[in-house]
């Protein structure tokens, strides 16, 4: 595998769970019926991402916050508050019909009331992301979904870092809770880091993020507030070692599945033949089903 480009979020899949890394590379998604926790978080990242590019269209300041970025952001929602309760209401007005799709698919919910109460965590979170934004204003650069390549240790590697904040901080944002401990032991960090390095060279680039005095890596969850980042970054070798590693556990076609994330995985659902869709997960697990099918 040493020819082969390394995807961070290849390694990642394989990482959360071999044995869905093996159904994504053989059976794929196409035709399956989608996750209320997958819906959930495809929203969210949409919302955001529409809040920002309007916001920005608005203004040619970048990294634009406090009351000056409130006052563009205001065109679209009078607050946070406005903006959360916003986008919890047209979920619940979508998702209560039990016949919608999600991007051509079905939805199905692991409970009777989860789409209730993913409306009322979107709330939340969007309540916190607009707060997050006035507090540290737009981003500089929004790399979350464009893919940056650069070469390490012999091998070509493709990463998508995060956003780029004023004074070279990259920033990745959650919904979950995050602790100090997992930022410390993320492998993952120094890829993006590395990338954003890579991309910095650029003079253009880097007198726009200020990076000339070096690169930070913050993380942030929108469920507690916490903001963390780490004491001490792992060594793009030790990264290289688990992506390797990983690698070789492929090669070997060791896919065994990691039964901590069953509950909420992407294939814990029925097919068209109404048959489980991964036939490893954990025994006797409830399988997620369209609204009719819970009442």
Same mark, same amino acid.
């Given at each position: 595998m040493a020819d082969e480009i390394i995807s961070l979020s290849r390694i990642e899949s394989y990482l959360v769970c071999p044995h869905a890394y093996y159904l994504d590379e053989k059976k794929k998604q196409e035709g399956l019926p989608i996750t209320g926790f997958d819906a959930k978080s495809d929203w969210l990242k949409q919302s955001f991402r529409n809040l920002v590019s309007k916001a920005a269209d /608005?203004?040619?300041? /970048?990294g634009l916050k406090g009351a000056r970025l409130a006052a563009v952001l205001k065109y679209q929602y009078r607050s946070a508050e406005t903006f959360g309760n916003e986008k919890q209401g047209e979920w619940l007005r979508r998702f209560s019909d039990e016949r919608e799709k999600f991007h051509g698919r079905d939805i199905v919910w692991l409970y009777n009331?989860?789409?209730?109460? =993913?409306?009322q965590n979107i709330n939340k979170a969007c309540h916190a992301y607009y707060s997050h934004l006035l507090k540290e204003g737009l981003p500089l650069d929004d790399l979350t979904e464009k893919d940056v390549e650069f070469y390490f240790g012999g091998r070509k590697?493709? #990463?998508?870092?995060?956003? #780029?904040?004023?004074?070279?901080?990259v920033e990745e944002i959650r919904t979950t809770d995050i602790t100090k401990s997992k930022v410390n032991k993320d492998w993952t960090i120094a890829p993006k880091l590395y990338a954003i390095h890579t991309l910095s060279q650029d003079p253009e680039n880097s007198m726009k993020w200020n990076a000339e005095t070096g690169l930070r890596y913050r993380r942030v969850s929108l469920n507690g507030g916490d903001y963390y980042e780490p004491? /001490?970054?792992?060594?793009?070798? *030790? *990264?290289?070692?688990? #992506?390797?590693? *990983? =690698?070789?556990?492929?090669?070997? /076609? =060791?896919?065994?599945?990691?039964?901590?994330?069953? =509950?909420?995985?992407?294939?814990?659902?029925?097919t068209a033949d109404n048959k489980p869709a991964c036939k490893e997960r954990k025994p006797k697990l409830r399988i997620m089903k369209p609204m009719n099918r819970l009442i």
């Open positions: /608005k203004t040619p300041i /970048k009331p989860q789409w209730w109460i =993913e409306g590697w493709n #990463v998508r870092p995060g956003v #780029v904040r004023y004074g070279g901080i004491d /001490k970054i792992i060594h793009m070798y *030790a *990264a290289l070692y688990v #992506v390797e590693h *990983a =690698e070789k556990r492929i090669a070997n /076609k =060791e896919f065994a599945p990691n039964y901590k994330n069953c =509950e909420t995985c992407r294939y814990n659902v029925l």
